[in-house]
């Protein structure tokens, strides 16, 4: 949530931020329902001083002897009229509040302005002469030969969208899983967490996805929780509505979690294969930092990723996004473009964001300063680290053989038994 006191303090400053958004957003809606507000509650405080008055000036006269009736007459025909204004002030603070939280995050000033993908910036790749050449052999195909994926009993038995991942392909996406895993935790510095994989309002709501994105998440029937999108849900929640010692930043979370998304937006985009699933694995990095210290988080939580990369031997590139692509929470993001021969072309991998103390107000998530004792929101990063069904994918295009075979990376062996290749079963 923006901070409300930047918002009255600079507000052509805080609109033109968000004007940077591809022109999707402004402050007009919540600038005439805070006008309402003022003007009701100048009104309403009026009424209630004129209550206290007339209080006052009757328990006067009953002290004399003297006749109140006027007054209590008056008295009996403002309390009505005071109670009606005091609701419609609350929900006008409610709808206040509504509009300030449908707002996204301001886009940091180093990040480019742009409408949309389009004006996104490639900032690194790696290898850095590489050159992707493009196949026909799509990462479905090659799975299926192999007898790993199979699409077909997952549309008999479920419908779109789902997979099941049999023999190598189960034990390769657990492979992929536990190397990220123990390299987060081993040599980045993570604190594994195995989380629950549902959350509450509260919850979704303090780190963005309520109330814009309900569509998109899958909710249960006959109990107030949903299914998460992400770990980074019930991670970054972990500190809401506390205040943490300052001396315990930065906090590094890791976990691995299936992950469940409606794909509302998606309609005839990846209909195939495993780019856009109902339910996919994730292994999620999240941080809570000092101010001070969230950018070069930002960079160090984006390298943690790419490391994964690295170690997997898939060529991937890092773009910043710009303004009109930033996502509603994150006030800078890096994407991780891993290459896929199978589409000719790069897709995204993992999303590396910081969200400043966007979320932090929306949890009510605060540090106390270990020296002046003062408390200040946190900041909150959160990263893929990364998607593990997206990385399958890249394994499987990327090390296919004119055999129809595929190469396992070296990283991986040790967590598949020492297997160096899944090949094709007669």
């Known amino acids: 949530m923006l901070d409300l006191k930047a918002i009255r303090e600079r507000p052509e400053w805080v609109d033109a931020r968000l004007k940077t958004r591809g022109g999707r957003h402004d402050l007009t809606a919540f600038f005439a329902l805070e006008a309402e507000q003022r003007a009701l509650r100048a009104t309403t405080e009026g009424l209630q001083a004129r209550r206290n008055e007339i209080s006052k000036l009757i328990g006067q006269l009953k002290a004399k002897g003297e006749d109140a009736s006027s007054l209590l007459a008056e008295m009996r025909k403002l309390g009505p009229r005071l109670k009606e204004h005091e609701a419609a002030l609350r929900a006008k603070e409610e709808a206040v509040q509504e509009e300030l939280a449908r707002l996204p995050n301001l ?160 309609a005839g985009r990846d209909t195939r294969g495993l780019i856009r699933q109902h339910q996919f694995d994730k292994v999620e990095l999240v941080w809570i930092t000092r101010p001070e210290e969230s950018m070069a988080a ?78 200040e929101p946190v900041h909150t990063l959160n990263g893929s680290g990364i998607a593990v069904g997206r990385t399958l994918v890249a394994l499987l295009e990327n090390f296919v053989q004119p055999d129809g075979s595929v190469t396992i990376p070296d990283a991986l062996r040790p967590y598949m038994g020492g297997q160096a290749r899944i090949e094709i079963r007669g």
Not at 114 to 128: I, L, M
Not at 331 to 356: F, H, M
């Open 107 to 266: 886009p940091a000033e180093d990040v480019p302005v742009g409408p949309d993908e389009s004006g996104n910036v490639v900032v690194r790749s790696w290898p850095e002469d590489f050159s992707g050449t493009a196949t026909e052999l799509n990462h479905w195909d090659i799975g299926e030969r192999l007898g790993i994926l199979d699409f077909q009993v997952a549309a008999e038995t479920l419908g779109a969208r789902f997979t099941f991942f049999r023999g190598d392909g189960a034990r390769l996406i657990r492979a992929l899983t536990s190397f990220m895993l123990d390299l987060h935790t081993r040599e980045h510095g993570y604190e594994e967490i195995l989380p629950p994989f549902l959350a509450n309002k509260e919850s979704l709501f303090g780190t963005g996805q309520l109330p814009k994105f309900e569509e998109d998440l899958f909710c249960l029937r006959d109990d107030p929780f949903y299914l998460i999108p992400t770990a980074e849900v019930p991670l970054t929640n972990m500190v809401r509505g506390q205040i943490v010692d300052e001396s315990l930043l930065p906090m590094r979370f890791t976990a691995w979690t299936a992950c469940f998304r409606r794909e509302a937006g998606a």
């Open 298 to 375: 930002l960079e160090s939580l984006t390298g943690h990723a790419e490391e994964v990369l690295k170690r997997l031997e898939l060529p991937y590139r890092t773009v910043a996004l710009c303004t009109g692509d930033l996502g509603f929470a994150s006030a800078k993001t890096y994407d991780l473009e891993v290459w896929l021969p199978g589409q000719g072309r790069y897709r995204e991998i993992s999303s590396c964001s910081n969200t400043l103390d966007f979320q932090a107000r929306r949890m009510k998530a605060r540090l106390r300063r270990t020296e002046s004792k003062t408390v």
